[in-house]
């Protein structure tokens, strides 16, 4: 019986062995539990079919549907609450004079900014101009 079982696994290990040949080796090994590398390897396998884990497939779809409806339900309150602060615009004026003052105010802030946009442009051309005067005569 040695020989076949080394015949076996030779073939066990070249991938070359049938479902029915392997059924043979992991027998042999378990009726007879040697300490060699191969009885080791083949009782670590047979414990690991005796495992079960925790994690089974109805509870993996449980937590795959919750977190899907979860992640809707988190979409569709943002999309509700986004929407219903863009109909609350802050700055929004009802009153068609207010607004035309509003309006003027922003125009005169934003006309003294380019004023003085304007001021500084003209310092530094007066600097640019004096600098090509000195580097012309010299």
């Given amino acids: 019986m ?3 079982i080394d015949k076996l696994l030779e073939k066990y290990w070249n991938g070359e062995t049938s479902l029915e040949e392997e059924t043979l ?23 690991q079919k005796k495992v079960s884990y925790e994690g089974s497939t109805s509870t993996l779809r449980k937590k795959t549907w ?7 339900t ?8 986004v929407f219903n602060d863009a ?31 304007q001021d500084h442009t003209l310092e530094l051309t007066k600097i640019n101009k004096a600098k090509e005067e000195l580097q012309d005569d010299s």
């Fill in 25 to 47: 080796i992991k027998e042999h090994f378990k009726k007879n539990p040697a300490l060699g590398n191969e009885g080791q390897y083949f009782r670590y396998l047979a414990d």
């Fill in 2 to 4: 040695g020989s076949q």
């Fill in 87 to 117: 109909k609350k615009d802050p700055f929004a004026i009802d009153d068609p004079e207010k607004a035309l003052q509003a309006t003027k105010e922003a125009l005169l802030m934003i006309g003294s900014e380019l004023k003085q946009g």
């Fill in 74 to 81: 988190i979409g569709l309150i943002t999309a509700g609450l």
């Fill in 66 to 72: 919750l977190s899907a409806a979860a992640t809707i």
